[in-house]
């Protein structure tokens, strides 16, 4: 793969077809293309066996290989996508060859290249996440009705934190979709739908699908 630009390929941890598990998206046979490597160090990360190796592999041939699955719902994600120049790229090709494509991003890095076409999905990550000092506020202004944010709570008090901001920065109004899901095992399940019904929060509860199916798997 020397030769070729660094716009044109992409270190990629793996490539396989499942059932998005998260999002508005939920449910739907899926193809995942997870990029390698990632900035950020959040407490609760699940992809942490992304963050190295991979295989360097060019833009065109990860799109044949997605479309080689004849699914049209693709997923680029990561460890952190955008920390690649490439996945710019390979996102509009995907969109070019008719699939339907959603990114999930960490928050920490500039969105506002991304294609239009793409549905964003936005971590705004919490203070229990450890990482809430990475967070690119700035992202929001070029996320709108297509895209979705998301909130992993970590505790009550992160749940607080969450409520505040989707009030003071009007996000159930902004955006497609206001995601909340539980991290595991600090905050049960039960508890975080509790509050965002007592409170009547429009936020949307999200467990996540795949790892009720096939819990911790990698590459399902
Ligand atoms: S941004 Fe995502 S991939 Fe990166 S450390 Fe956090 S949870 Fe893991």
């Known amino acids: ?112 290249g991304v294609d239009p076409r793409v549905a964003k999905i936005l971590d705004i990550k919490t203070p229990g996440s450890g990482e809430v000092g990475r967070n690119r506020w700035e992202n929001l202004a070029h996320c709108g009705r297509g895209d979705q944010v998301k909130f992993v709570i970590c505790s009550r008090s992160d749940y607080d934190w969450a409520k505040l901001k989707c009030d003071e920065l009007r996000l159930g109004e902004r955006f497609g979709e206001v995601l909340f899901s539980p991290s595991a095992p600090e905050v049960e399940p039960r508890a975080l739908a509790e509050w965002i019904i007592a409170d009547r929060l429009p936020v949307r509860f999200q467990l996540q699908l795949h790892k009720v199916l096939w819990g911790s798997e990698p590459g399902r």
């Not at 990029?35 to 360097?56: K, M, N, V």
């Not at 952190?80 to 990114?103: F, I, K, T, W, Y």
């Open 1 to 112: 793969m020397t030769g070729v630009a660094l716009e044109e390929r992409l270190r990629i941890t793996e490539i396989f077809l499942s059932l998005q598990g998260e999002t508005t998206f939920a449910g739907l046979p899926t193809v995942f293309v997870r990029l390698t490597g990632c900035p950020l160090r959040c407490g609760y990360c699940d992809t942490a066996y992304a963050f190295s190796g991979g295989e360097i592999r060019g833009i065109a041939e990860i799109v044949d290989a997605v479309s080689e699955y004849a699914v049209r719902h693709v997923t680029v994600t990561g460890g952190e996508p955008l920390a690649q120049p490439g996945a710019l790229s390979l996102m509009e090709r995907l969109c070019d060859r008719g699939h339907a494509v959603s990114l999930e991003t960490s928050g920490a890095m500039d969105v506002s």
